[in-house]
């Protein structure tokens, strides 16, 4: 399952202004792990920035005036998202200033159904709390001490651990196969506990159906244990 987590800066904050997108980072992830694979463009936005979009990320009009028009980036990006779903946090804020500016390129617009919206999944599951990336860093333990300026690629890294916390986590402790699970397995196989089900050559062993009856004594067991039970649901009226 591929995911893209990303994010963009822009000149403002309202697209319906004639606000460009000036940087896009995007990380790809497979089955909600990064792959290292990743995209990150500065854009030519063709107009002056706001103070208050450079106060929030620090990108000037100067540092933008050699860098590429969207148009000239735009197969490259569209190519790197492919139709794979994206991970960003204000789904509405990003896409709208994606799809203003395919529009501007006479290109199909993409559907909202291809984004994540991590600030709606935050949102339903800390309900009355912060949701903004920082505090939500702050929540998972999540280091951002390296974000002193918002930036897409820093945030699309951010949101990636953030997704997958908001997810549920990954569980570092449980492993599957491991180097001692395989000790284990192998002795187990060698004193005939259980079959040896590992591939062997193109042929694999094949598991026996187990009984499951009980004995004798496990029965007479559970019938003193259910007697000891005092007033069970079972057999009230």
Not at 184 to 200: C, S, Y
Request: glycine share 6%; hydrophobic share 40%; aromatic share 6%.
């Amino acid at each position: 399952m591929r995911e893209i987590a990303l994010d963009t800066e822009t000149t403002g904050i309202n697209p319906h202004d004639g606000h460009r997108i000036i940087e896009i980072g995007a990380l790809e992830l497979m089955h909600h792990l990064p792959t290292g694979r990743k995209l990150h463009l500065y854009i030519n936005p063709e107009r002056n920035i706001d103070d208050g979009a450079i106060a929030v990320h620090g990108i000037t009009t100067e540092f933008l005036a050699d860098k590429p028009v969207f148009a000239d980036i735009v197969d490259e990006f569209l190519s790197f998202i492919g139709p794979d779903a994206m991970v960003i946090h204000n789904a509405a804020f990003d896409m709208g200033f994606i799809n203003s500016e395919l529009a501007r390129l006479d290109r199909p617009a993409l559907s909202m159904t291809q984004s994540i919206d991590t600030l709606l999944m935050a949102r339903k599951k800390f309900p009355g709390s912060q949701a903004n990336l920082n505090a939500l860093c702050r929540r998972f333990e999540i280091d951002n001490t390296h974000r002193d300026l918002h930036g897409a690629l820093v945030d699309a890294d951010l949101l990636a651990s953030v997704y997958i916390e908001l997810l549920g986590g990954l569980q570092p402790g449980l492993s599957l196969n491991t180097e001692a699970d395989q000790k284990m397995e192998t002795k187990a196989f060698t004193k005939g506990v259980i079959p040896d089900l590992r591939f062997q050559g193109d042929k694999k062993a094949v598991r026996h159906i187990r009984a499951h009856t009980p004995t004798d004594s496990e029965q007479k067991a559970h019938d003193i244990f259910l007697k000891g039970l005092e007033n069970p649901i079972w057999k009230r009226h």
